[in-house]
């Protein structure tokens, strides 16, 4: 199988909506955050992806996309604030893989590209947001510096509040 990790174009990123609300409803409902609470509908998935175009277009977000014999199977995302004071960070967002395609560095892989696409863009300062398992696993191995956790920053199924860390990153 032949994989692609690559900023993903403008103007090719509305024939991969499709793909990605598949992966973003198959990774919530597996169990991820990502912003979003299980069952995820179709028509907030179309929304959310959608969304984006705006700040796509005009450079202010950027999607990492990894590519399998030319299918989207994962991506990651920068948001890239525009404040004087805040031209050299970014955030990192949304971060996921295809079940299918887990657990072989390709996350990893992904982590990586992203990076290098901050970097071009003179973001030496990343910072996120993740459950505590994942930065503790993922993130941290890769560099990632936890500040601390805040408890029940987000909502999970039910109403359960789950714990966030906050990371950063210095390029
Ligand atoms: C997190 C994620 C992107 C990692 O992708 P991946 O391709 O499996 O990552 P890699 O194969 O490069 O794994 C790197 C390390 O992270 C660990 N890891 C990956 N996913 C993990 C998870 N959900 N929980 C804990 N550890 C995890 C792996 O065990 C591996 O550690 P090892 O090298 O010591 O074995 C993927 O698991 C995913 O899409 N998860 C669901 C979405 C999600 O939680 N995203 C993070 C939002 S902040």
């Known amino acids: 199988m032949a994989t692609e ?16 609300v598949d992966l973003l409803i198959d990774t919530v409902d597996d169990g991820a955050s990502l912003g979003f609470i299980p069952p995820v509908v179709p028509a907030a998935a179309w929304k959310y992806w959608i969304g984006l175009v705006p700040e796509l277009a005009a450079g202010s977000r950027v999607l990492v996309g990894v590519f399998c014999d030319g ?10 604030p525009s404040l ?11 971060v996921f ?15 990586a590209a992203l990076h290098e696409c901050a970097r071009q863009r003179d973001r030496t300062l990343l910072l996120l947001n993740a459950r505590r398992n994942v930065a503790d696993r993922f993130y ?3 560099g990632y510096r936890e500040v ?24």
């Open 84 to 94: 004087p004071n805040a031209r050299h960070r970014a955030d990192v967002q949304k």
């Open 5 to 20: 990790i690559r900023a993903v174009r403008p103007d090719e990123f509305p024939s991969l909506v499709p793909a990605l």
């Open 148 to 171: 601390g956790v805040i408890p029940g920053y987000s909502l999970g199924p039910n109403g359960a509040r789950i714990d966030t860390a906050s990371l950063y990153l210095q390029l």
């Open 140 to 142: 941290k191995p890769l």
């Open 71 to 80: 299918q989207i199977l994962g991506s990651a995302q920068l948001w890239l």
């Open 97 to 111: 893989i295809a079940r299918t395609l887990r657990g072989r560095g390709v996350g990893a892989a992904l982590m």
